[in-house]
């Protein structure tokens, strides 16, 4: 089954990833792509309390997730890619063994050197051009939250006001 | 509220939920002030965390309440848990294990409120069928 929905929220798993959009698209797994999570055993338990025992949790690497992806997308359960930031889902975008259509931009969140775009996304300059080379590979890059708020396109989240 | 009640507790969650509760205890009990509200809204997860850590600090206590169990909430609590030695975290907040929490004895050993705030919480969940 092909995967639901490449996410990037730089919360990783919490309540809109678990509940919000697990429970609407019936998620059987997540696949959750960071590196530093990836080499830490506590890190991995910490975000494996965080879903019910019905949804696995699969760490990876961004290198290991574009060589393994089709595996992933051929699981007879739902499923989403889950990376903490546009650099990581631009890696996967790039070199992933399947294409990878569409991308949500589920929550980038305050800091001091990021422009407020959207009220739950934040960028910065380099992470806008992250974000312009995927669309130029042609992924549809879109922000949501959660499922029942609108989907915003590109200009959007490049265009520069805050909506 | 009344301001002579020190805080012995951090209330944390999504959205309103934690200033809600918060009032929601102060309007029955008069005692909201023994519980601070933190409000993960528009917050990554390192400033959670951070904003957890400077209300521990702040207001000396050892006990946050949460609301998701798998919430960036209580995650960001778990990651002070990590090396805070003698931290109690309370998943699924509700109104009942606070306001039980409020009414403990100051001299109550804090555990002890812990426990009891939970137990009274639990049994406050009944299904009502007609």
């Known amino acids: 089954m092909p995967i639901a929905l490449y996410r990037v929220d730089d919360r990783l798993i919490h309540g809109q990833v678990v509940v919000g959009w697990g429970q609407p698209l019936d998620l059987g797994f997540i696949v959750l792509v960071d590196d530093a999570v990836t080499e830490s055993d506590w890190e991995q338990e910490l975000y494996r309390l965080g879903v019910p025992p019905n949804m696995d949790v699969y760490f990876t690497s961004a290198a290991d997730a574009a060589r393994e992806i089709a595996k992933y997308a051929s699981d007879s359960r739902m499923g989403m890619v889950l990376t903490g930031t546009v650099e990581t889902m631009l890696e996967l975008t790039r070199n992933s063994a399947i294409p990878i259509s569409a991308v949500n931009i589920g929550g980038i969140h305050h800091r001091d050197d990021r422009t407020q775009k959207l009220r739950y996304v934040f960028l910065n300059e380099a992470e806008e051009r992250c974000i312009r080379e995927m669309a130029e590979i042609g992924v549809d890059v879109t922000a949501q939250d959660v499922p029942s708020a609108p989907s915003h396109p590109l200009k959007d989240l490049l265009g520069g006001d805050a909506g | ?130």
């Open chain 2, 1 to 130: 509220m009344d301001s002579g009640i020190a805080p012995r507790a951090i209330v944390a969650g999504h959205g309103a939920l934690p200033d809600g509760l918060v009032s929601a205890v102060d309007q029955i009990t008069g005692r909201g002030n023994a519980l601070i509200p933190f409000s993960n809204t528009g917050l990554g997860r390192e400033e959670i965390e951070s904003g957890l850590r400077d209300l521990l600090a702040l207001h000396g206590v050892k006990v946050v309440f949460t609301d998701l169990p798998g919430g960036s909430a209580t995650l960001a609590a778990r990651r002070v848990l990590h090396d805070t030695p003698g931290l109690m975290i309370v998943t699924g907040v509700s109104l009942a294990a606070l306001m039980d929490f409020v009414f403990c004895a100051p001299d109550m050993p804090i555990e002890q409120a812990v426990a009891r705030a939970v137990d009274r919480a639990r049994s406050a969940i009944v299904s009502l069928v007609v």
